[in-house]
């Protein structure tokens, strides 16, 4: 692949990385026959963003890698990579300094090395160059579709701000209830902490304020801000609308924008599952819900039904998604596959799990939150047998004194 | 008991917003104590050397208030005491700032969830003529009857030597930076409007020197002069807000015992009474 930027477009493409490196840790970057996905998931698998830049973003643009030692038009490949999103913000770290002194920008992703190597061209003939070493991988898909929401409403990314202004920067998850003719934002408190203990706010917005509002389903979706507000970062700073759709508590949101013929983007969150009416089931449910996204993250209550793991198969915790994971989609083992299509949805309600209570050793019941974290984590002292391993017989120190 | 009190000036609400800032960044709880006339915010902080400092704020609602409606305890006790969570309406206070442009803010005493809260709902334009409501409820506990008394209003002191203080903005930069030297400096005033801060370590002795301070008032018969030790941590704490511009300021030394910091505004008075520290 190879592509070369203006300096307007560079200043695009590196708001965009920065809102992707808020997002996930490792950027995917694939060239495609009508432009350039950056592609990123975060850590917890609970959200997916792309960025699609189509070809008139660029000046010049040609997705194949071409075999430059022996022209071989057979071989024509595109290559699909991934790289830490360390290495690539470092390029685009200070978009101050990208706009006052770059003039244009090169891309490649030559076949015979591997490396992605990026040169700007900037003012007073200098010239940076970067080689970045990626990683080949699979692609990272999600497969949604636009017009299949319940919900649908979208206004300025700076109304979305100004909103989100009344929340106090540490809030983690804000609860959207729609209604016909309102968006309810209110804080969502943490199961484990008495609410009335806590700050409570509630910001009501009306239909009347949106450019466009279309709710078909009241409902309540309940998602992590973290990723809005890098969403937000981006579009507000570039002037955009957002388009918000969702569908019903525990179904994944999606918010898009674009910009004419240039480039568009996707954003696919989570929500957290709603809690069911029997306690029994409800409590299995959200505890192996919960366990889904093991997330190096403190804040752990982020999954959704729906979004299948990203895990392989190996990983014993989340069983239940595993066995949702084989019915919904084949998956390529390395890749994280991530699909939301609403028709599979269905397959997707916790009623399995009561089913496979008996399957379920103690050890294999994903960590539910308090006492019976503290079981899990402890759970090798709580076994009934202690695992008899072998000891090696040989003696390294002997006892100084012979036994009496 | 029920509170409900509704303010419409935007100038209002931002002074409002203001104090309830500088209260939170005071101590950990704080006391609200409402009457059918003012409102009173009572930080006492925990002893740390010396006996407790007191930050004592009261507003008179008729400034504040364009509606205003209180019933309290009982009818002998009309008055209402409760205690919050320094921290939570901290928290709050950054969205509150968006405030600054609301149409009017609502303060409400209310029942969620089974326990009482404070209940602010500020209502804010939008775009085209819309308004956006937006409500925050923070939880207060009610202080018991029996406890009142812990918070009554400090007797008006007999200060040996009382000035005007100088500009907050000078104070403040220069106890910021003494700060970093000792935990305590002395001030010193004397009647002919000069005020010093002294700030004492091993190495070096440091100190300010504020002069043609308007001289309040001075005891008759006692000393010309008056000095107490206190912790600088504090008093930068308090002089942080300076952005309350106050009308102005009056130091009242008591030699040895006590500093009394009064900001004066049409509306509100905020008191601050920092014990003196005995070391010697």
Not at chain 1, 184 to 199: F, R, W
Not at chain 2, 114 to 130: Q, V
């Amino acid at each position: 692949m190879k592509c070369l930027l203006d300096a307007t477009s560079v200043k695009v493409l590196a708001r965009a990385i920065h809102c992707l490196a808020k997002i996930g840790d490792e950027l995917h970057i694939e060239p495609t026959e009508n432009g350039l996905t950056l592609k990123t998931v975060n850590a917890s698998k609970s959200a997916y963003s792309a960025f699609n830049f189509h070809l008139p973003f660029f000046l010049d643009f040609c997705h194949i890698s071409e075999n430059t030692i022996q022209a071989d038009p057979d071989e024509d490949t595109v290559i699909k990579c991934k790289l830490p999103m360390k290495s690539i913000l470092s390029v685009f770290r200070s978009i101050g300094s990208l706009e006052k002194s770059v003039e244009t920008c090169n891309i490649m992703l030559p076949l015979l090395e591997a490396l992605l190597i990026i040169e700007f061209k900037c003012k007073h003939g200098i010239i940076k160059h970067f080689n970045l070493r990626y990683f080949e991988c699979e692609s990272v898909e999600a497969e949604f579709c636009k017009s299949g929401y319940a919900s649908k409403f979208s206004c300025s990314s700076r109304f979305y701000s100004e909103t989100l202004l009344s929340f106090h920067s540490s809030t983690q998850e804000v609860t959207w209830s729609l209604a016909m003719d309102q968006v309810h934002l209110s804080n969502h408190i943490d199961d484990e902490i008495d609410p009335s203990k806590c700050v409570r706010t509630e910001v009501t917005l009306a239909k009347d304020e949106f450019v466009d509002f279309n709710v078909a389903l009241c409902t309540q979706v309940t998602f992590c801000l973290k990723e809005l507000r890098a969403i937000l970062a981006f579009a507000e700073a570039l002037k955009l609308d957002l388009d918000c759709r969702m569908e019903g508590a525990g179904q994944p949101v999606l918010f898009s924008l674009e910009k004419a013929n240039l480039y568009s983007a996707d954003f696919l969150l989570a929500t957290l599952t709603p809690v069911l009416d029997s306690t029994a089931t409800s409590s299995r449910t959200t505890n192996n819900q919960r366990k889904n996204y093991v997330s190096t993250q403190s804040d752990v209550s982020k999954h959704s039904s729906p979004v299948p793991v990203l895990r392989d198969k190996a990983d014993s915790r989340t069983v239940s998604c595993v066995n949702l994971q084989t019915t919904l989609v084949p998956i390529v083992s390395e890749s994280p596959c991530h699909t939301s299509r609403l028709d599979s949805l269905s397959l997707i309600e916790p009623q399995p799990f009561p089913a496979m209570e008996d399957d379920l050793d103690l050890e294999i019941q994903p960590p539910p939150p308090k006492r019976a974290r503290a079981r899990y984590i402890f759970q090798n002292c709580l076994k009934a047998t202690q695992e008899l391993r072998e000891r090696p017989c040989e003696v390294f120190a002997p006892d100084s004194e012979g036994d009496e | 008991m029920k509170f409900r009190g509704k303010m419409i000036d935007p100038n209002c609400i931002k002074q409002f917003i203001g104090i309830l800032g500088c209260m939170t960044k005071l101590g950990k709880s704080c006391i609200l104590r409402i009457t059918t006339t003012d409102l009173y915010f009572i930080v006492r902080e925990s002893q740390t050397i010396s006996a407790s400092p007191l930050i004592w704020c009261a507003l008179d609602e008729g400034h504040f208030f364009s509606e205003f409606g209180m019933e309290g305890l009982s009818t002998v006790d009309n008055e209402i005491y409760l205690e919050f969570v320094a921290e939570n309406v901290a928290r709050t206070l950054s969205a509150l700032k968006v405030s600054g442009t609301a149409k009017s803010v609502k303060i409400k005493l209310t029942k969620k969830l089974s326990s009482p809260c404070l209940t602010f709902e500020i209502d804010l334009p939008s775009g085209t003529n819309h308004s956006r409501l937006v409500v925050h409820d923070i939880p207060v506990n009610l202080v018991p009857r029996r406890l009142w008394n812990d918070y009554l209003e400090p007797e008006a002191m007999d200060p040996d030597i009382s000035v005007h203080m100088p500009q907050l903005r000078l104070m403040k930069s220069i106890v910021e930076r003494m700060k970093n030297l000792a935990n305590m400096a002395t001030i010193h005033v004397t009647s002919e409007g000069l005020l010093t801060l002294t700030v004492e370590t091993e190495a070096v002795s440091v100190t300010s020197h504020f002069d043609n301070l308007h001289v309040e008032k001075k005891s008759i018969g006692k000393e010309e002069e008056a000095s107490v030790t206190i912790e600088l941590k504090r008093l930068s704490n308090f002089l942080g807000h300076e952005q309350l511009n106050p009308q102005k300021v009056v130091c009242d030394v008591l030699q040895s015992k006590l500093m009394h910091l009064n900001f004066l505004s049409d509306s509100y008075t905020l008191q601050y009474f920092l014990p003196g520290i005995n070391d010697q």
